[in-house]
């Protein structure tokens, strides 16, 4: 089992040493031609100070860095392994797909208060699409949106509709695969998934407290506690919370937040380890504020739309969320060459959302009054995911296998009823003047009423094949997916059921020097709801990518560069039936290809880097609806790229003192689906930060995101407008023993 505590007392190590010597030479510079981007890490030297209590060697760093677990914590900012791309722990090296990981540390680098921000200086990842939102994570990978089919937990299935959301401060880790991955995880878009690494009991003991206040009087504590109970270390703790108070940028649109993450790892055996997890989390947020586009990133004649203007009823608008999530994994080591492990969860949300503002642009001749619809969504879901896999090592001749052989499956239950009421005179609200008092929560009639279930059960098989310097990876999955839809109202059922078998191959080349270019092939499915006219059921969407890169990790430097370019063709996409446009038809296309460039590392032991940019050309490539075909969707730029440092002084009067920065452009994006109306211009954002390590017991940090206060929009539609989050700031001061 993998011990989650070998590296932890990293971090105290590395503040206590006083000096380490540079390295200069960045030889990636010459051999990729990526100057701007590419950096590398001190090579740990041993040292001596007459202040310093820890020395660390070079054999010493290097082979606690070694003991890196893929699903583990990570020393540093700097990832080496992940199970992401292969549900095996692989180095990321030898993964034949793009793969980032975001560890503990940068999260809290970042002052990252959701996974969206986490991701803001990832290539090909575009998050906080939807612009400011409190309720889920909206995030594109390569064009394609990841926030329906793409969020998974601890490597199992978080969600099958927008539902959940995690808190970072539960993390570990945050891994992004790019590129399709139904070959290991079933139904999923092509563009590819995240997975979010929930934190797991620990060897060395953690104790932290800390108290945040900033922006929009955010209030907030967290803790986590975590450690030994017996003295053989057979039993194992952690205990992860948080409590926030806050207010947001959009008026009457609160952001509060009760969590809490007990777990227990048993070592049962020498070769038997059980860790049970369970977390519970109960929100009160606020509906997105849906804005037309005249008066945000169009002109209006009015003047532009206040960014915090609240387009609902302060006495009505009302949303709560409660989630549970209760689960455990088990791992078996039979021998070094065989090992099972099983993960299983259950997840139950509790949704229920009131409000008086869903926007729906202006009314007919008007600049400034818009048309609201009145309506009530309730939500109650059981989910439960399960994975089993066998792993086995074993030898042909001169090659060398890691087999997985698996089988997971996935059910989702979930009681729905919405209820609406009428875009009324008594329900328009005048953007520029709002008076609240007139608002009329009318709820009319029931619209929906419906149970939900959605199974999909699916068996792989992978081969990890090495010869020399040449890896070849194989994949291979079937999947079996059904759903029974009963209408409540109507009183009627409908079923659906599909199967799709996927594949994957990947070639990777080892060179000693770091260097390991790549090839790969990989699919991805899921599945079209409903029927066509003649009543037959829709085929699946199917993804197909081919993918080629370099990643280099040089020998004895901590950092990770990767340049990949991708192709991707997402095929039977629902379009319009030219026969009769009250149905549709799957002969509708979708390609994105372009490339990407990430770095992160250390140029020395005071710096740490993070950089990206990416190229995403997307667009409808085949369509019944001649005014989409060619056309970019909504929200997605062409291109964007990031930089973020961090110094951090280690000696001298100003020992323990670091500052970071970063900066964030995205293209311009299309306001709405026939690239028509125009495009919100692009935006460029700066992030700053303070932070002090007083001693080993006191971390004070000063985060400021979008510093500059730059007001920028993002629009799905004409009527559907939303500004992006302004300047936050948030100061923390954490004790630690």
């Known amino acids: 089992m993998n011990h989650y505590g070998s590296v932890s007392g990293r971090e105290a190590s590395r503040r206590r040493s006083t000096h380490r010597p540079r390295h200069r030479h960045i030889a990636i510079a010459a051999s990729l031609a990526l100057a701007p981007l590419a950096f590398s890490s001190s090579a740990y030297a041993q040292t001596s100070d007459a202040s310093s209590d820890v020395t660390l060697a070079p054999t010493q760093v290097s082979a606690q860095r070694d003991q890196e677990d893929g699903a583990g914590p990570v020393d540093g900012i700097v990832a080496k392994r992940s199970t992401a791309g292969t549900k095996t722990d692989t180095p990321l090296l030898e993964t034949p797909q793009s793969v980032s990981v975001i560890p503990k540390e940068m999260i809290r680098d970042l002052g990252a208060q959701s996974v969206s921000q ?47 959301q995690l808190d970072p401060y539960g993390l570990e880790r945050i891994e992004i695969l790019r590129g399709p991955a139904s070959v290991l995880y079933g139904q999923n878009t092509p563009g590819g998934l995240i997975n979010m690494v929930t934190k797991k009991p620990l060897e060395t003991p953690l104790h932290e407290v800390q108290l945040s206040l900033g922006s929009f009087k955010n209030k907030q504590a967290a803790f986590d506690f975590s450690g030994p109970l017996d003295e053989d270390r057979k039993v194992l703790y952690r205990v992860v919370g948080l409590v926030r108070d806050s207010n947001t940028q959009v008026d009457h649109t609160p952001n509060d937040r009760i969590y809490i993450a007990p777990s227990l790892t048993w070592k049962a055996t020498d070769k038997t380890t059980i860790t049970f997890q369970g977390s519970y989390q109960r929100d009160k947020v606020g509906f997105g504020q849906f804005l ?51 993960s299983a969860r259950y997840s139950y949300l509790d949704y229920k959302v009131d409000t008086d503002g869903y926007g729906l642009g202006y009314t007919s001749g008007s600049t400034t009054t818009i048309n609201r619809l009145p309506f009530a969504d309730y939500r109650q ?100 997916a059904a759903q029974n839809v009963y209408n409540r109202l ?133 369509t019944n609806d001649a005014t989409l075909l060619n056309k970019v969707p909504p929200q997605q730029p062409r291109t964007a790229a990031s930089l973020w440092a961090d110094y951090t002084f280690h000696t001298g009067m100003l020992k323990g003192f670091g500052f970071n920065g970063g900066v964030r452009y995205v293209g311009p994006t299309y306001i709405e689906s026939t690239n028509t109306a125009g495009q919100a211009p692009s935006r460029t954002l700066v992030d700053l930060g303070l932070h002090y390590q007083f001693n080993k017991h006191w971390r004070f940090q000063l985060d400021g995101s979008n510093i500059f206060d730059k007001i920028y929009v993002v629009c799905v539609t004409t009527s559907q407008c939303a500004y992006g989050a302004r300047r936050t700031i948030l100061g923390t001061a954490k004790y630690s023993w």
């Open 292 to 342: 037309p586009a005249s008066g945000t990133v169009l002109y209006n004649p009015n003047g532009q739309i206040p960014v915090g203007r609240f387009v609902g009823d302060p006495d009505t608008d009302n949303i709560k969320r409660e989630q549970v999530f209760a689960g455990y994994q088990i791992e078996h080591r039979f021998n070094d060459q065989v090992t099972f492990k099983q």
């Open 118 to 164: 986490a991701m803001r200086y990832s290539a090909g990842v575009l998050p906080d699409n939807a612009g400011f939102e409190t309720r889920f994570d909206w995030i594109n990978i390569r064009g394609f949106s990841a926030s329906t089919l793409g969020m998974y937990m601890d490597g199992t299935r978080l969600q099958s509709v927008t539902e959940f």
């Open 381 to 480: 879901t059981d989910v439960v995911t399960i994975d089993n896999q066998l792993q086995t090592k074993f030898k042909t001749g001169p090659f060398s296998h890691v087999a997985l052989f698996g089988f997971d499956y996935y059910y989702y239950n979930e009681h729905r009823s919405m209820r609406q009421g009428v875009a009324s005179a008594a329900n328009q609200l005048n953007l520029y003047s709002p008076s609240y008092s007139s608002a009329v929560f009318g709820l009319t009639r029931q619209a929906a009423d419906t149970d939900s279930r959605y199974t999909q059960g699916g068996l792989y098989f992978q081969d990890q094949i090495k010869y020399k310097k040449w890896l070849l990876t194989l994949g291979a999955r079937q999947d079996w």
């Open 490 to 622: 109507t009183q009627r059922s409908s079923n659906q059921s599909d199967s799709q078998a996927t594949f994957r191959t990947g070639l990777t080349y080892l060179f000693d020097t770091g260097i390991a270019p790549y090839f790969s092939y990989s699919e991805s499915f899921q599945p079209n709801v409903g029927t066509d006219r003649f009543g037959n059921q829709f085929k699946p969407s199917k993804g197909k990518q081919y993918e080629i890169g370099v990643k280099y990790q040089p020998v004895g430097y901590n950092s990770f560069i990767t340049l990949s370019l991708f192709d991707i063709h997402m095929t039977n996409v629902l379009t319009t039936d030219p026969v009769n446009t009250a149905y549709s038809v799957t002969t509708g296309e979708q390609h994105s290809k372009g490339f990407e460039i990430e770095a992160v590392g250390e140029l020395t032991d005071n710096l740490k880097v993070i950089s990206s940019f990416t190229n995403t050309n997307i667009v409808n490539s085949k």
